[in-house]
């Protein structure tokens, strides 16, 4: 079957615009997850969405950054006001096993 | 707070040689699971192999297998047999509960020379 897919695969953008980040989970996957990976860096946790839960947000960075879920499935990352600091890969996951997280193949950010 | 930390940044190994990876962690949980998750040039993060922390038994998958020292809080990543294709990003990961995410090390870059 599908695994996760994100879109775009690539976006550049000038500094103090809007993006858009868009992850398509696996279907039937209550959880989803976002991380970003920084130049040279592990993975940082973002965002985290559990069924109908709240989410859980104890890793953005900051309040340019903000998620949501719709229907339980798409999510989409926005960040507003880019800053060059924000150029990172930002990657997906979800899971329905506590311990087995599918990534998609992620979406690289570059802040002009 | 858990960490995990992977103080290899490279490592290379010659085709057909054994080469290990290391990670230690530090948490206070006592059940809990450790992963090692491979990604390559593509970006897309693959599971290599996974380790629940109550079973003594250590995890193997084909030519991967780890080395899990609960007390000593390490789990080292053991590829056998390397292949060309094995070159990539490897990153150690840990997991203890259902409402937390997984808390990755900075990641170690392995290639494996012809």
């Known amino acids: 079957g599908a695994g996760v897919s994100q879109s775009p695969s690539n976006k550049v953008t000038e500094k103090g615009k809007d993006v858009e980040l868009r992850c398509d989970p696996i279907s039937g996957h209550t959880a989803l997850y976002w991380y970003r990976q920084s130049l040279g860096q592990g993975l940082e946790f973002l965002i985290y969405f559990q069924g109908n839960s709240a989410p859980d947000k104890s890793g953005l960075p900051s309040d340019r950054f903000s998620a949501e879920r719709t229907g339980g499935s798409v999510s989409t990352l926005t960040i507003q006001r880019t800053q060059q600091e924000d150029s990172a890969v930002y990657l997906c996951?979800?899971?329905?096993?506590?311990?087995?997280?599918?990534f998609g193949p992620g979406t690289r950010l570059t802040v002009l | 707070a858990q960490t995990v930390t992977q103080s290899q940044p490279e490592m290379s190994v010659q085709e057909a040689e054994t080469v290990t990876l290391s990670c230690t962690y530090d948490?206070?949980?006592?059940?809990?699971?450790l992963f090692w998750y491979k990604q390559p040039p593509s970006r897309q993060m693959i599971l290599v192999i996974r380790q629940e922390a109550y079973k003594q038994q250590n995890a193997t998958e084909n030519r991967f297998s780890v080395n899990f020292q609960k007390a000593a809080k390490s789990f080292s990543l053991k590829i056998s047999d390397s292949q060309l294709g094995d070159a990539a990003m490897y990153f150690c990961a840990y997991y203890y509960s259902g409402n937390t995410p997984l808390v990755f090390g900075k990641g170690t870059r392995l290639s494996v020379i012809a």
């Open positions: 996951a979800s899971s329905l096993a506590i311990y087995r997280q599918y």
């Open positions: 948490t206070s949980e006592s059940d809990y699971y």
